[in-house]
């Protein structure tokens, strides 16, 4: 171990410095930071982030501004709901949006944890619903969300109601699932999942892995030329090591290495599933994002933090 680096395997080194080290770009312990993206925009660029505690979208800048560019969320949704999350050290109330994507339009599209819908915000500000419902029963708690480049929206929902009667107008769907959204149609792909949560594809978008949180597993689909997912394979089991932290959030860089949170950290791991290296971090992860000025940036959310760590290249 050298810095804040665990190394199983020296290709580790191909990605992160020796001597790499996790610096604190914010810190909030009320909040509950997810869903960081990346936006390159003139010469400096951006990163936008949730803190789903407040129902906000945030925007830090280099120099360590940090400002609001949407908020509200709960009182424009039809449907949103309180869901209290245990984080062991305190308890949380998660209404607002949750994990973040930019279309083809550069369009932000969220995934509404509390809200129980995939929304929109269109670059006037105004936003739209573009899911809530399956088959006439409500999403429950949608969770992350990736954009294909045909343009289709993959997202996972994270929960299933089966405490609620059919009867009743809010009762959601029964299962934990992964969604994809195209032209104003919703499609369930697979949904034998504890709970459905970071998704993130292969460079050629030949596969796509999903991660079931509770389960501490990493799955990876064979995605067909409509879109569908086909074979599913185990691509990574979490459950050997006891430290705190679960698969969350996850990435995938242009040569097929996937970063997913779990124990301890950040786990990197090769195209075939070999774990490289983790990243340590002194709270539980939930999310990440590559960026920067020249993209070698690796930006990592916990529920109170928001971090950064230098890559040895730009992984995209």
Same mark, same amino acid.
């Given at each position: ?12 080194? &191909? ?73 062991? !050290? ?13 279309? &083809? ?62 009867? &009743? ?41 999903? !991660? ?26 979490? !459950? ?77």
């Amino acid at each position: 171990m050298v810095g804040d680096i665990i190394s199983y395997r020296d290709k580790v080194y &191909d990605i992160l410095p020796e001597d790499a080290s996790v610096l604190a770009l914010l810190e909030d312990h009320s909040a509950f930071f997810e869903g960081p993206v990346w936006i390159s925009e003139g010469a400096e660029g951006h990163l936008i982030f949730t803190d789903i505690v407040r129902e906000l979208i945030l925007k830090w800048e280099e120099g360590g501004k940090v400002d609001v560019i949407a908020d509200r969320f709960s009182q424009t949704s039809t449907n949103a709901q309180s869901l209290t999350f245990d984080l062991g !050290n305190r308890s949380v109330v998660l209404r607002g949006p949750d994990g973040l994507a930019l279309d &083809d339009e550069g369009r932000i599209v969220y995934c509404g944890f509390g809200l129980r819908h995939l929304g929109r915000i269109e670059k006037g500000g105004r936003r739209t619903v573009l899911a809530e419902r399956y088959r006439g029963r409500l999403l429950n708690s949608p969770n992350d969300v990736i954009v294909k480049s045909d343009k289709s929206i993959y997202f996972t929902d994270s929960s299933a109601d089966v405490t609620r009667a059919d009867s &009743d107008p809010d009762k959601g769907v029964s299962y934990s699932g992964v969604y994809r959204w195209s032209e104003g149609e919703i499609s369930l792909l697979d949904n034998d999942f504890s709970t459905a949560n970071g998704l993130a594809f292969s460079p050629d978008e030949k596969y796509l892995y999903v !991660n079931d949180t509770r389960r501490k597993l990493i799955w990876r689909f064979e995605v067909d030329s409509a879109g569908l997912l086909g074979t599913r394979v185990k691509f990574c089991d979490m !459950n050997d090591d006891p430290a705190e932290g679960v698969p969350d959030g996850m990435k995938v860089d242009k040569v097929g290495n996937v970063y997913c949170t779990g124990p301890r950290g950040l786990w990197i791991l090769s195209p075939d599933g070999a774990k490289l290296g983790v990243i340590r971090t002194r709270e539980r992860l939930t999310n990440l994002a590559f960026g920067g000025r020249d993209g070698s940036t690796l930006f990592m959310t916990g529920p109170s933090f928001l971090w950064r760590v230098r890559l040895a290249r730009n992984p995209l």
